[in-house]
């Protein structure tokens, strides 16, 4: 599945986005607000391409000036998501390198996929979460819709060995259909 915006190719991944995946998933100040380590190399990108973004519903996100991977945006759904064991609902995630923050790609790049969820994937809700601090994360949910839910105290970040503070939102399909 291909999609599309006014700037950005929402594509699968491709072993070959390794090196682009490294210079923007290496920055400290993307992964670790995540809930991720910084990738350490090249090879570790490639292995996590393979064995982390290569399944269903999980985009590169190219930036069509260059027609090279900039972030990553997903819809999680099944086991990959803890918010929910609904079959009709499931999870935003997603992560954009550094030199693309402040220019509204991640609401551009959301705003698509919440459309293909809703209208081609017939969900119903979608869950997105963030953790204490990750204020664009917050505010990429807010533009979208997103409607808070509750907040957690000691959230597990199994990746980064620690605890955190979690807030989730969601988004139903029938307030999808308000905003149209």
Known sequence: ??????????????????????????????????????????AESKRIIKNVLSVPETY?????ETNLPIGNIALKMGTDT????KEDECELGYWLGVPYWGMGIMPEAAEELLRHAFEELGMKKVWCAYYDGNE??????????????????????????????GHVNCLTKKEWDRRK
């Not at 491709?14 to 350490?40: M, Q, R």
């Open 82 to 85: 803890d918010l929910t064991e």
């Open 60 to 64: 590169a996100l190219i930036w069509k």
């Open 1 to 42: 599945m291909i999609l599309e915006t006014n700037r950005l190719i929402l594509r699968p991944w491709e072993e070959s986005d390794a090196e682009e995946c490294y210079k923007y998933a290496k920055d400290p100040l993307v992964g670790p607000i995540c809930g991720w380590i910084p990738h350490v190399n090249v």
């Open 136 to 165: 664009k994360s917050k505010r990429v949910q807010e533009k979208c819709g997103f409607q808070y839910q509750w907040t957690t105290q000691d959230v597990d970040v199994p990746l980064l060995q620690e605890k955190r503070t």
